[in-house]
């Protein structure tokens, strides 16, 4: 990507029974646009009676977007959604206010051997936001804007870019791109973004004045309008970004929020647990001993 300001390396961090590789926030570069938080989540090979299994826990002032390249899960979550995610669709959960969400292998796949790989990522809301109801959506991969043009192929995951506009439910001004190449070829995009941009790769090889990029990094831009890159054959990577919020967020554990007090707050709700409960679940995963 041109005008590089930051090149990011995927760092590992451990969900439970696997590793994921954690993007964003990056201590020099705490939010890219609205995304605060970017996890790539394998790709792992489970064996049969290994699950993924993250029990109920809260998340206050931002919307989660989930979506898998192998594998599914099951979200359940305080406003009684159950629903199964698979590869190329979007879940996106509006927290809002405060909703509790679990994450798990679907109960037919439990004792079978399986792959999963995903990303998992956070979108800060707008100030005047952060308190709003909680919601879910979910988009199947069928309604996910998708094209060719020039030997590249796009989808349009989220937001709004090339003059179309994904389905998932946004709530500011942003957006997510999936870009595949078949050959090696110049990708010239810049017209179409805005704000801040990023560039992660999730399989192939980047290039950009003479330097060459591989899986496990983002690039960040310092002027999104000036996306230009160059990617390999069989390439795969994802842009995102948009325009930034004037406040500051602070994230803590699941927490997004543009006011310490009111993750202070949230942090006192989930000790006592006067969170919202999932139906049918009993477990959770309890507020951690970290300093804020």
């Not at 999963?116 to 979108?123: F, S, Y």
């Not at 989220?158 to 998932?168: D, E, H, I, T, W």
């Not at 110049?186 to 290039?207: M, Q």
Request: aromatic content about 10%; some cysteine.
């Amino acid at each position: 990507m041109s005008n590089l300001q930051l090149i990011i390396e995927e760092r590992a961090a451990d969900i439970g029974n696997f590793m994921v590789g954690r993007l964003l926030p990056f201590r020099q570069k705490r939010m890219v646009g609205p995304f605060a938080f970017i996890d790539h989540m394998g790709p792992a090979h489970l064996k049969a009676g290994e699950n993924l299994d993250v029990p109920p826990h809260p998340h206050i002032g931002l919307s989660t977007l989930t979506f898998l390249f192998e594998g599914s899960i099951i979200h359940k979550d305080s406003l009684g959604t159950e629903i199964q995610i698979n590869p190329g669709a979007v879940n996106w959960m509006t927290a809002g206010i405060g909703i509790v969400h679990s994450e798990r292998t679907p109960e037919k796949l439990r004792e079978q051997e399986k792959n999963l790989h995903g990303l998992q990522i956070w979108v800060a809301l707008p100030k005047e936001l952060e308190k709003t109801a909680p919601s879910f959506a979910h988009v199947d991969a069928k309604d996910i804007p998708s094209w060719e043009e020039n030997g590249l192929h796009y989808k349009l995951i989220a937001g709004r870019a090339f003059g179309k506009s994904s389905p998932v439910p946004v709530h500011s001004d942003l957006y997510f791109i999936e870009i595949k190449s078949t050959q090696r070829q110049k990708v010239a995009i810049g017209e179409h973004l805005f704000g801040e941009s990023a560039l992660y790769i999730l399989e192939g090889k980047v290039f950009n004045e003479g330097y060459e990029y591989e899986p496990k990094q983002i690039l960040v831009a310092k002027d999104a309008s000036l996306c230009e890159f160059e990617m390999e054959a069989n390439t795969t990577v994802y842009i995102f970004g948009g325009e930034t919020f004037p406040e500051e967020r602070f994230i803590h554990w699941n927490f997004v929020a543009s006011s310490k007090e009111t993750i202070r707050e949230a942090r006192e709700k989930w000790e006592k647990q006067e969170f919202p409960k999932v139906p049918g679940e009993t477990d959770f995963v309890p507020l951690p001993d970290i300093t804020f």
